[in-house]
């Protein structure tokens, strides 16, 4: 690729792997835009609880999924994320939201809203961006330059989750997890995967400031036509 052509990066993988501190490291460290797919997803699923909106009726969904207003903002030193002006970014991480997040995003509406939304803000980002999620190397963003797949065993990612919730239960985090992973890569409309050309990076054993680095390294090469 040419070295003025901006530069587009997708980081996909489970919860628990340091997709969203590496993604975020990573954009500030190469001057680029960041943004949290997962945070759209639980964005709009915040709007759809607020709303009294039916979780386990699917058409209930999809009937409104075109309503909420969801603006990301995408510096990585301080991403934001409101929903019809709202700031959700506090709400959208409570227990609540985490446990409807994918029924909401397995509903197909849902996705292609959200989707169109990531693409028109990849497209926009003037250096470049970095994307993380779990289908933007194979869906939203099939053309990136560089694809990365983070993976970590499920104890390294329980352990990391439940140091980011502040002394969560191990045992319980690493069950919520497995379950919302395992839903996440089974529903029928662009799950949870890896694309053919991503780069694998298992973190269980490296330090963030390591995959940090690998990433960085990645981007570099790729940049200057490697
Ligand atoms: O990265 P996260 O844990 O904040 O993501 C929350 C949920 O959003 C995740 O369980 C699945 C969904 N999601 C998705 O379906 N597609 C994406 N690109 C990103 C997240």
Redesign the pocket.
């Known amino acids: 690729m040419e070295s003025a052509t901006p530069v587009i990066v997708a980081i996909?993988g489970p919860?628990g792997t340091g997709?969203?501190s590496t993604s975020k490291a990573v954009a500030a460290q190469l001057g680029l835009s960041y943004l949290?797919?997962?945070?759209?997803?639980?964005a709009i699923?915040w709007w759809m609880v607020n709303n009294g909106i039916d979780i386990d009726d699917p058409s209930a969904i999809a009937a409104v999924a075109g309503k909420p207003e969801i603006v990301s903002g995408t510096d990585p030193k301080g991403p934001t994320i409101t929903v019809d002006g709202v700031d959700v970014a506090g709400p959208?991480?409570e227990q609540d939201v985490?446990s409807k997040?994918?029924a909401v995003?397995?509903v197909p509406e849902v996705?292609a809203r959200?989707t169109e939304l990531?693409r028109t803000i990849a497209a926009s980002a003037v250096t470049g961006i970095v994307v993380?999620?779990?289908?933007?190397g194979t869906t939203?963003l099939p053309d990136a330059h560089l694809k990365i797949f983070l993976t970590a065993s499920p104890e390294a990612r329980a352990a990391r989750r439940s140091g980011e919730l502040k002394g969560a239960d191990v045992h319980a985090t690493r069950e919520a997890l497995i379950k919302?992973?395992a839903?996440?890569s089974s529903?029928k409309t662009?799950?949870?995967a890896k694309a053919d050309d991503a780069v694998e990076v298992d973190t269980t054993d490296l330090t963030l400031q390591q995959v940090i680095e690998c990433v960085v390294t990645l981007v570099e090469e790729k940049r200057a036509g490697k």
């Open positions: 996909d919860s997709k969203s949290d797919t997962g945070a759209q997803y639980r699923t959208i991480r985490t997040v994918s995003s397995a996705r959200i990531q993380e999620g779990r289908d933007i939203v919302r992973d839903a996440d529903r662009s799950p949870l």
